[in-house]
């Protein structure tokens, strides 16, 4: 298994503005992932963080509004810039332990309101 | 594609009685099926997964779940249902048709246990 957590666990944040998010993991990890849960709604991948590469993104979702970065095998950040409204989620950090027949595991997330 | 379904949005079921929540699959190839948990205000938590063998998978805090081939079905059950477990159930599956191996979440399934 793994330990995850997350800074911050709540942000308010104003229109126009950035926040970065970041997530620890207590063990080396290849794959880390990062989530969007919309109030009331599913879970919607954002994209899968390397090390060592670049981040892959879902269709919907681009480098210049959610920038990451996966310095090391434990360590990784996402940025939410220029913030709306529409950005107003729960983002969480996960992590793969390899094999596909592995669960994932979930950081506690991160509660972000934007005014 | 892979994808997964939770017919209900929402399942209310009376304190010791069996709960079921359902979920349906569609995958090409093998399914690597999961459900996971979310309480208020914290992060998922891994409950159960199929990947071969017994159809019957048997997972944390009493719950279990029935993978059914020919119905394309795994749903998620408990004998009887405690006020505790109240929260919101998401079921996924592994979509094993890119490099990433992501999860792809249903839309979720509120479960109210009245006492």
């Known amino acids: 298994s793994a330990v995850i957590s997350q800074k911050p666990s709540r942000d308010i944040c104003q229109r126009g503005t950035s926040l970065t998010i970041q997530c620890q993991v207590d063990?080396?990890?290849?794959?880390m992932f990062w989530y969007r849960q919309q109030p009331g709604q599913s879970l919607t991948l954002i994209a899968t963080?390397?090390?060592?590469?670049?981040?892959?993104?879902e269709s919907g979702f681009v480098i210049d509004k959610f920038p990451i970065s996966r310095p090391n095998l434990t360590f990784s950040t996402l940025t939410v810039s220029n913030m709306s409204p529409e950005d107003s989620s729960i983002y969480l950090c996960?992590?793969?332990?390899?094999?596909?027949?592995?669960?994932?595991?979930f950081g506690p997330g991160t509660r972000l309101t934007v005014l | 594609a892979q994808s997964v379904a939770q017919p209900e949005d929402q399942v209310n079921v009376a304190e010791g009685n069996p709960l079921t929540v359902k979920c349906t699959y569609s995958?090409?190839?093998?399914?690597?099926l999961f459900w996971y948990v979310q309480y208020p205000n914290r992060g998922l938590q891994f409950l159960l997964k199929?990947?071969?063998?017994?159809?019957l998978v048997k997972g944390s805090y009493g719950f279990e779940a029935e993978f059914n081939k020919s119905q394309t079905s795994f749903h998620l059950k408990k004998p009887s249902a405690l006020v505790s477990d109240s929260a919101l159930y998401f079921c996924?599956?592994?979509?094993?048709?890119?490099?990433?191996?992501?999860?792809?979440f249903g839309t979720g399934t509120l479960l109210a246990v009245q006492p």
């Open positions: 996960s992590v793969g332990l390899g094999a596909v027949n592995n669960e994932q595991f």
């Open positions: 063990s080396q990890v290849t794959m």
């Open positions: 963080a390397n090390q060592g590469s670049e981040a892959t993104y």
């Open positions: 995958v090409s190839g093998n399914p690597y």
């Open positions: 199929y990947i071969t063998g017994d159809n």
């Open positions: 996924a599956v592994r979509d094993i048709s890119g490099a990433t191996n992501k999860l792809i």
